[in-house]
């Protein structure tokens, strides 16, 4: 089971796992490579795709090499009751393959025994071990659910062992119990009964047998729902020797709750990666549902992230029984794409003031990533700013405002030219008396002296320009700038250009 009901059947409704050992059982090569994908041929069997599996590589002759990844599969809740499942498993390998087919059983309770020993009591079934009078005379007439009842073939006198394991079918049906009793098969005989059984009159409430004692024995009876029975199993020679035997019951006479398979619903999806050449994750799901309100776990195969282009994706939906329902859509990933323009061709500002320019921003097909932007190109002591700030991922057409600030003029206080006029004399004069009372040997440093601080004096007075100045920035009239917007999602870039005039 996967992981079903938990009572260790494969029943209707139920999801289940396949393990299967592959042996290389000839040749002169390992076995190489390995891969195998499975399938069925029975209805109301679904392999849960996509059903393939590899294997470790096999050397010559050897056995027990396991598929590597699970295989599993669900039976619908419809499921012949004991139906065994029939499957092929196709293995390829390096130079060659082979089809290998198998036989899995299912809604079937094992109940391994040696008689005379109590039974362990399983899903509803109460067991009893003891000594009946007499046994069943073996006619070779089977029971059967199509034909009139048999009628009791009457009784051998004698002491003979016996197991009986009683329960109440749950639905009415055709009810085959089977009996693998290997080499005790000529020495074990099984038979029903309804409503009850009793040791001491075998005769009592017969329902059916198998008729003769062979290894594996079977034969049919038909229930009806909330009615007891029960299967007895009982030697034919006294028990002298101990046997060991395998007891079958359909457990769908036990357990008529049919689970219910889950619904996968899917969509196909188309997604933007968030760089060029990209990868992205995405989902398929589209509602799907439990008709019984289970709670699913879902699975994608391949499960993601997806690279760019049309991605082939299985939707797995799965309730508590293991119960599976499959479909398929498709994942497109495009790579992203915009555009930006700048509505005006030109702008204009004057020196602390601002220009607005409207940057549009266009998806094509569309961005996965935040877009930021930009602006180069600006003037000296200029700033520019965007609202909103960035662009989200997703987003549709956008009116992006862009606002070029510039600085204003710097105005400071300088002395007047009349002031450096006013001292220029007296400071010319200064020096002329320090030439003049200087000795001969320090008149020729005192000129020197005397010459760079009339150079500065002049710099000072052609400086000047009145009371006030500016000190930055300084445009030139009309100048103009043609200025650069980038925006930037992941990995892809885009620009727009403008001019900014300044007067």
């Known amino acids: 089971e996967n992981p079903g009901n938990g009572n260790g059947i494969i029943e209707a409704g139920e999801g289940a796992r396949l393990t299967i050992p592959l042996k290389n059982s000839g040749g002169v090569k390992a076995a190489t490579d390995v891969t195998a994908t499975l399938t069925s041929s029975t209805a109301g069997v679904s392999v849960t795709r996509p ?25 619908a809740p419809d499921y012949p009751c004991g139906q065994p499942a029939d499957f092929t498993l196709t293995v390829n390998f390096t130079g060659g393959s082979r089809a290998l087919n198998f036989t899995v059983p299912t809604g079937l309770l094992s109940i391994t025994n040696t008689l005379g020993n109590k039974p362990a009591e399983t899903l509803g079934i109460a067991a009893a071990t003891g000594i009946q009078s007499g046994r069943i005379n073996r006619n070779g ?12 073939p009457g009784a051998i006198s004698g002491s003979h062992a016996f197991d009986s394991y009683t329960f109440t079918a749950c639905r009415s049906l055709c009810l085959e119990p089977g009996l693998d009793s290997g080499a005790s098969g000529v020495n074990l005989l099984e038979s029903a009964y309804t409503p009850t059984y009793g040791s001491s009159d075998i005769g009592a ?3 059916g047998d198998a008729g003769l004692s062979t290894n594996l024995q079977s034969f049919g009876i038909n229930t009806i729902a909330g009615t007891p029975y029960t299967i007895v199993v009982s030697d034919v020679a006294g028990n002298s020797t101990p046997n060991t035997y395998t007891l079958t019951i359909p457990a769908c006479a036990l357990n008529c709750h049919n689970n219910q398979l889950p619904e ?16 992205v994750e995405a989902s398929i799901e589209n509602g799907s549902y439990d008709p019984e309100g289970d709670t699913l776990t879902t699975s994608q195969t391949p499960p993601g992230p997806y690279p760019v282009g049309v991605n082939s994706v299985i939707l797995t939906v799965a309730d508590s029984q293991g119960a599976a329902d499959q479909t398929t859509a498709t994942v497109t990933v495009l790579n992203p794409g915009f555009t930006l323009v700048a509505t005006e061709a030109s702008v204009s500002a004057t020196a602390g003031g601002s220009a607005t320019q409207h940057i ?46 510039l600085a204003a003029p710097a105005v ?64 030139s009239r009309s100048d103009t700038y043609a200025i650069t917007v980038t925006g930037a999602s992941g990995n892809l870039s885009r620009t727009t250009t403008f001019n900014l005039t300044i007067n």
């Open 264 to 279: 996968a619903v899917a969509h196909d999806v188309t997604v933007i990666a968030a760089n060029v050449g990209g990868t």
């Open 360 to 405: 549009i921003f266009t998806p094509a097909p569309g961005i996965a990533a935040a877009l930021n932007l930009t602006c180069r190109n600006l003037p000296q002591q200029a700033a520019c700013s965007f609202s909103p700030a960035t662009v989200p991922a997703g987003s549709g057409a956008t009116t992006v405002n862009l606002t070029i600030s």
């Open 141 to 152: 007439v089977v029971s059967s659910c199509s034909d009139s009842a048999k009628s009791f």
């Open 51 to 75: 059903g393939t599996s590899a294997y470790a590589d096999l050397a010559v002759g050897a056995s027990g090499g396991n598929n590597l990844s699970p295989f599993s599969f669900t039976l």
């Open 205 to 207: 409430n017969y329902a």
């Open 412 to 475: 400071g206080a300088v002395p007047a030219c009349n002031v450096y006029a006013g001292w220029l004399p007296f400071t010319g004069l200064g020096f002329v008396g320090i030439t003049i009372m200087a000795g001969p040997r320090r008149r020729k440093a005192a000129a020197i002296v005397m010459g760079l601080v009339g150079i500065a004096a002049l710099g000072l007075l052609i400086s000047c320009g009145g009371g006030n100045r500016t000190t930055s920035p300084v445009f």
